[in-house]
Structures are given as C-alpha cells and as structure tokens.
C-alpha cells in the first residue's frame, strides 16, 4: 500500500492539504466534519477498495485559505478542487463534509459515480434553537481560543458511557487543538446562518448516482430527519438511522461495513 501527502494550492487562493492511500481504480475523496481531520475518516474508508484521498477542510491540518469568513461554497469549491486533482469518481462527507458535498452536488450533479453522507447536520433550512445556539458557540469558541467552551461542547459529543477513557480525553484533545488552530479564526461565523442548498433541497432532484445516508435518533447537532429529509431528496438513495448518537463508539463496525459494502459494489 502507497501513502503520500500532497498540497493543491487553488487558483483562488485555498492551499489544501490531502493525504492519498492506496492505488487504482475508483478513487474516492473522503471530506470530515467540523474540528476533525484526515485521522477521523481513514476508518471509514479502511475496507474500500481502490484509492483513497482524505481531505484536510480548510482551517484543519495544513489547509488554509484567503482570510475572511466563508461559506458552504466555498467548501463545495475545495472539494470539486481536490476531487478534479486525483480523479475521484466517489465521495464522502460527514457533517460540515455531507455539507460541502451536497452543495457541490448542486453545481454539478453528475460529478460522481456514487456518494455517501454521514451525519448531514443542514440541507436547505437555517440551524434555529439549540442547533443554533451550538453552531455559534463553536464558532464563537473557534474566534475567542475559549477551550473550556470548545471542551464542553466536545466532550458532549461522546457517549456517556466512554467519556471517562483514555480514548474519549484524546478525541477531546485533539478536536480542540483543532478548533482553536490557528487556522480557524473568526472565519466560521457565517456558517450558523448558512445552508448547503440556499435554492431548496428540490436541487438535489438531478443527482442520478447512488446515494447512502447515514444518520442517528438523538443528535443534538444531526437531527435524524435531516438525514430522512436528504435520502428522500436524492433519487437513487438508500438510507441508514442508527439508535441513538456517538455512532463511531458505539457502532463503528457496522458503519465501515456499511460504508464499504456500498462503495466497492
């Protein structure tokens, strides 16, 4: 197996970090959610076959791009960059990725063979109450350095019954170094206000390719109705809704199982 990094600088001013696994045919671009980064989605692609290319989003990793806030397209733009760099014909997003995902898929509907979503956490309606609330609070965490808040709002995201164990205080870690890198800044507070699909979830409608959905019952950043609310959007989607949350402590075989008997098919 080849490994390598490699960084796209764009001509609109993103340098965008990407680590390539593996080799042949089909290339699939895998792109993480908010404070995550290359080493959160190289299991969910540990038994697909071909190519693998991890994606650093920018603000994460080595990923940057032009000061100022930015938006859903600007991270559909990054994807559609790296995915026309290597040749993917597939893709995956979770959370802030599903996000980028959706939106480049409505710029170019035709642009993969097939696609995953994992945790979608907004399609084509605004965060209100307490989705909100938590989005502003990360941005606001992200702009200020407040790792007590960053903390919080982290260690939320991991299932009661892990939150006292080595592993849970390195994800902790690792996803506040994240978020209060350099990297990040004041540039997502636009992003509690934003949507993928400003044009209605109806755009999705020319998306032929075949689609898995992944969600969770009980998210309180991933509702499950956004993820029946997108499989229902995309024609040719089939869709999974776990339990209850913390998906990758609780069920993470399961998902890797789903995730690569979907894409090697």
Not at 203 to 217: I, K, N, R, Y
Not at 244 to 251: E, I, Q, Y
Request: hydrophobic content about 45%; overall charge negative.
């Amino acid at each position: 197996m080849v490994s390598r990094t490699a960084t796209l600088t764009t001509a609109y001013g993103a340098s965008l970090e990407f680590l390539t696994v593996g080799s042949g045919d089909p290339v699939t671009l895998f792109a993480h959610g908010l404070a995550g980064g290359i080493p959160d989605t190289r299991p969910l692609g540990s038994a697909v076959d071909g190519t693998k290319v991890f994606l650093h989003q920018r603000g994460h990793g080595a990923s940057t791009a032009t000061p100022g806030r930015w938006s859903y397209a600007d991270l559909a733009a990054d994807l559609a960059a790296v995915a026309d760099q290597v040749g993917a014909t597939r893709a995956l997003g979770v959370s802030l990725g599903a996000g980028a995902l959706c939106r480049l898929l409505v710029d170019d509907p035709g642009r993969f063979e097939r696609v995953v979503f994992f945790l979608p956490a907004v399609l084509d309606t605004p965060r209100t109450g307490v989705l909100r609330e938590r989005m502003a609070a990360f941005a606001q965490a992200a702009a200020t350095g407040d790792a007590d808040l960053a903390g919080r709002l982290i260690g939320a995201e991991v299932p009661a019954e892990f939150r006292d164990t080595p592993a849970a205080r390195t994800f902790v870690a690792q996803r506040v170094g994240a978020l209060l890198g350099p990297g990040l800044g004041d540039s997502l507070t636009a992003l509690p206000d934003d949507v993928p699909l400003p044009d209605g979830i109806g755009a999705l409608a020319a998306v032929t390719a075949p689609a898995l959905v992944l969600g969770s019952e009980g998210d309180p950043a991933h509702p499950a109705d956004v993820t029946r609310r997108l499989a229902v959007a995309l024609p040719a989607a089939t869709s999974h809704v776990y339990p209850g949350p913390g998906v990758l402590w609780t069920h993470r075989a399961d998902l890797r199982g789903r995730i690569s008997t979907f894409l090697n098919a």
